[in-house]
Structures are given as structure tokens and as C-alpha cells.
């Protein structure tokens, strides 16, 4: 079903040709089948409408696939936006949207959760890994928390944490005649990959995340730290941010660009 309020807002995005990109929110159990498979292809179904009725009105507006479907809670009815599933239809979404040749944004930063503890940290990992290797093009949530609801700064400076993690996941392993070759050379001298030039060339090139957060030192040395977690360090980094951050003065002219933006702006689109 499409509420008159929503076809005319369709439409007038249309019109001024925006760029379009509807976003569905089934819950699987409640406002979709409880099946993952079944629920998609209603989400599915959801989206198209939407899409037909857009580019009826502009033919070639540019649109942006995107999905939100989420499973209830058995014992509560609530929406669960942590679980795995969320990942797997995250992922189902982003392969949908791809055959049709559009360019797909999901949810995956994401979790139940209302705290940053090993829950927040698994539900969040899995949802935005599993539709990142899926190819998405876009994957929000960053900085969410209890299904969206609320947000935490230091949820962001974690988020920024996996982010790189997933980036590194999505790239795979290189292969080439260099990945090969050295293993020949240096057995061929010192038998220490640690003097090779090599190791310092692939250590800056990414092929090992180092990660700012995350405890990869001794029991001692943690211990000499007070036992700090990833989540303090997020707090006190979040903190440091919002304390010291300046953010630099646009130049004249990017300003004078923006002003223009604006104005033209203003003369091509009205408010609904």
C-alpha cells in the first residue's frame, strides 16, 4: 500500500529530478512473512512499486536501491535489528538490487544493543561484514545504537575502527609474482623476512590492519594500563575529538560556491 501523502511526495521528487531512493523497513513476522527469503521478495516488491511510479514521472532518474528488512522478536514483537539475520537480508538486498544494475544501500552498522559490549560489538561486526562482501555500495548505521534509536559518539570512533577492518576484508589477498618471489629470495639469504624490504613495504601498504582500539599486546601490559577496554579507549578518543578538533574555515570561495548552490536551489525545488 501507497499513502496518497507518499505517491505525491514520489512524484515531486520526480519532477525535480532527485535523485530517488525509497527505503522499506518490513519486519519479518509482523508486516512481512517470517521467512527471510519471503520477506525480500515482498521488500522487493515494495521497492519497485515505488521505482515504477518515480521513473514514470522522469524516465532515467538516477535511483539508489535500498532495503531495511528486519525480524521480530518472538517474545515481544519488537523489530531486532542485531541479529545475523539482519546480515543475511542485508546481503540478499544488496545482490537483489545489483541485478538490476542500481547501486544499493543497507543497513549494517547495527544492533539492539544499548551499551558498547559484546553483544553491540558481534551484531554490528557481522551485519556490516556479510553485505560488504556481498559488494554494497553503501552501508549505513554508523554510530547507532538499540535499533536506532540512540547514538553514541564513541559507538563512532569503534565504528570507524571496524570500518577499516571490513575495507580490509572486502579487499582480499593479493596475488601476483612479487607474493611469490620473496618467499624464493629470502630462504635464498637470511631466512628473516623481518630484514626484507619487502615486510616494510607490505606493512604499509595495508596487508595488516592495525588497529588503534583493539588490546594485541601481553596479560602484563594490559594489566600496566589498568585493564583499559576498547570502549574506553572509544570514550576518551571520542572525547580528545570533540575537546581539540578544530574544523578549518571554508575559503571565500568554496563559501561563494555554496551560496550559489543554494540559490539555485531555492528557484528549482519547493517545498512539499
Same mark, same amino acid.
Given at each position: 500500500m501507497y499513502p496518497s501523502h507518499i505517491c505525491r511526495a514520489i512524484i515531486r521528487i520526480?519532477?525535480? #529530478?532527485?535523485?530517488? #531512493?525509497p527505503l522499506p523497513c518490513p519486519t519479518a513476522g509482523t508486516t512481512a512473512?517470517?521467512?527471510?527469503?519471503?520477506?525480500v521478495t515482498q521488500q522487493n516488491a515494495e521497492i519497485l512499486g515505488s521505482l515504477v511510479l518515480a521513473e514514470l514521472v522522469n524516465p532515467g532518474l538516477p535511483i539508489i536501491y535500498c532495503g531495511r528488512l528486519a525480524m521480530m522478536e518472538p517474545r515481544t514483537g519488537m523489530s531486532v535489528w542485531g541479529g545475523v539475520e539482519l546480515?543475511?537480508?542485508?546481503?540478499?538486498t544488496v545482490e537483489i538490487g545489483h541485478y538490476y544494475g542500481f547501486p544499493v544501500n543497507v543497513y549494517g552498522f547495527s544492533t539492539n544493543a544499548h551499551t558498547l559490549d559484546c553483544q553491540n560489538g558481534f551484531e554490528r561486526?557481522?551485519?556490516?561484514l556479510l553485505p560488504a562482501l556481498?559488494?554494497?555500495d553503501e552501508i549505513s548505521g554508523i554510530g547507532e545504537m538499540e535499533a536506532g534509536v540512540m547514538g553514541s559518539y564513541s559507538q563512532m570512533v569503534i565504528d570507524n575502527e571496524f570500518i577499516k577492518s571490513i575495507i580490509r576484508? !572486502?579487499?582480499?589477498? !593479493? &596475488?601476483?609474482?612479487e607474493t611469490i618471489n620473496i618467499i624464493t629470495k629470502a630462504m635464498a639469504g637470511a631466512h628473516n623476512f623481518l630484514a626484507e624490504k619487502h &615486510?616494510?613495504?607490505?606493512?604499509? *601498504?595495508?596487508?595488516? *590492519?592495525?588497529?588503534?582500539?583493539?588490546e594485541r599486546g601481553s596479560w602484563d601490559s594490559w594489566k600496566d594500563k589498568y585493564g583499559e577496554g576498547m *570502549?574506553?579507549?572509544?570514550?576518551?578518543?571520542a572525547e580528545k575529538i570533540l575537546r581539540d578538533h578544530a574544523v578549518p574555515p571554508l575559503e571565500d570561495k568554496q563559501e561563494q560556491e555554496l551560496d550559489l548552490l543554494l540559490k539555485t536551489a531555492e528557484k528549482e525545488i519547493t517545498v512539499i
Open positions: 520526480a519532477q525535480k #529530478g532527485i535523485a530517488f #531512493g512473512p517470517f521467512s527471510i527469503f519471503s520477506a546480515g543475511i537480508a542485508s546481503a540478499a561486526g557481522l551485519n556490516a556481498a559488494g554494497a576484508a !572486502r579487499n582480499g589477498i !593479493r &596475488t601476483d609474482p &615486510t616494510m613495504e607490505w606493512l604499509h *601498504s595495508g596487508e595488516v *590492519s592495525n588497529s588503534r582500539l583493539a *570502549s574506553k579507549k572509544a570514550q576518551k578518543e
